[in-house]
C-alpha cells in the first residue's frame, strides 16, 4: 500500500511539475491575434505580447488600429517603417483594468486618446484598448488583394454559406467584375 501511494505521489508531482514548466515556457511567447479578438476578449490578451496585422488610422494625434468596434491605440516603442503590410507587435491592455498612475503608462501620454475617446475621462474597463512599446515587423505573409481569408469555425452550415457569398460578392465588387 506504501509503495502504491509513493508511486502515485510521484507522477502528481511529476506532472504539476511538467505542468508548471510548459505554463512557464508559454508565457514569454507573442501571442498572434486579429484585431477584432483583441477587441471582443480583452481579458485573454490583457498584459499579453500581441502580433496583429491591421492597417492603421491617425485619430486626433493618436495611432489606431483601423476599423475596429472600440479604440486600439497604438504606442510606438520605434517608428514603423511605412510599409502598409506588416505586423504591429507590443504589449495590450485594456486602459480601463489599469489605474491612472500604473507604472506601465509611464512616458505615455495618454491624454489625447482619452480626450478622443471618453472626454478626457478615465474609460471603464472593455472600452479602450492600448497597444504599448509597439514595433512593427515585415509580415511573413504578405497577401495579394486578390487572396479572400476563409477562417472557419463553430457555427451553422446557413452561416457559412452567407459569410463566403457575402466575400465573393464584395471580392467581385473590388475587382470590377
Known amino acids: 500500500m506504501l509503495r502504491k501511494r509513493s508511486w502515485r505521489n510521484a507522477v502528481l508531482g511529476a506532472g504539476?511539475?511538467?505542468?508548471?514548466?510548459?505554463?512557464?515556457?508559454?508565457?514569454?511567447?507573442?501571442?498572434?491575434?486579429?484585431?477584432?479578438?483583441?477587441?471582443?476578449?480583452p481579458v485573454f490578451y490583457q498584459g499579453k505580447h500581441v502580433a496583429v496585422r491591421r492597417e492603421t488610422v491617425e485619430n486626433a494625434?493618436?495611432?489606431?488600429l483601423?476599423?475596429?468596434?472600440k479604440p486600439v491605440a497604438i504606442?510606438?516603442?520605434?517608428?514603423?517603417?511605412?510599409?502598409?503590410?506588416?505586423?504591429?507587435r507590443g504589449e495590450f491592455w485594456d486602459l480601463g483594468r489599469?489605474?491612472?498612475?500604473?507604472?506601465r503608462l509611464a512616458g505615455v501620454d495618454v491624454g489625447p486618446l482619452l480626450r478622443a475617446t471618453t472626454?478626457?475621462?478615465w474609460p471603464g474597463r472593455d472600452h479602450v484598448f492600448v497597444i504599448l512599446g509597439a514595433s512593427t515587423a515585415d509580415s511573413?505573409?504578405?497577401?495579394?488583394?486578390?487572396?479572400?481569408r476563409l477562417s472557419?469555425?463553430?457555427?451553422?452550415?446557413?452561416?457559412?454559406?452567407a459569410d463566403l457569398e457575402t466575400a465573393l460578392v464584395r471580392s467581385a465588387a473590388a475587382a470590377g467584375a
Open 119 to 121: 472626454n478626457g475621462e
Open 75 to 88: 504606442y510606438w516603442r520605434e517608428q514603423p517603417s511605412g510599409s502598409p503590410d506588416v505586423e504591429i
Open 152 to 161: 472557419v469555425g463553430i457555427e451553422s452550415v446557413d452561416d457559412l454559406i
Open 61 to 64: 494625434g493618436v495611432t489606431e
Open 16 to 41: 504539476a511539475a511538467l505542468a508548471a514548466w510548459s505554463a512557464a515556457a508559454q508565457q514569454g511567447g507573442r501571442v498572434a491575434t486579429t484585431a477584432d479578438a483583441l477587441t471582443t476578449s
Open 66 to 69: 483601423a476599423r475596429t468596434a
Open 140 to 148: 511573413p505573409f504578405a497577401a495579394p488583394a486578390s487572396l479572400i
Open 98 to 103: 489599469l489605474q491612472k498612475d500604473d507604472a
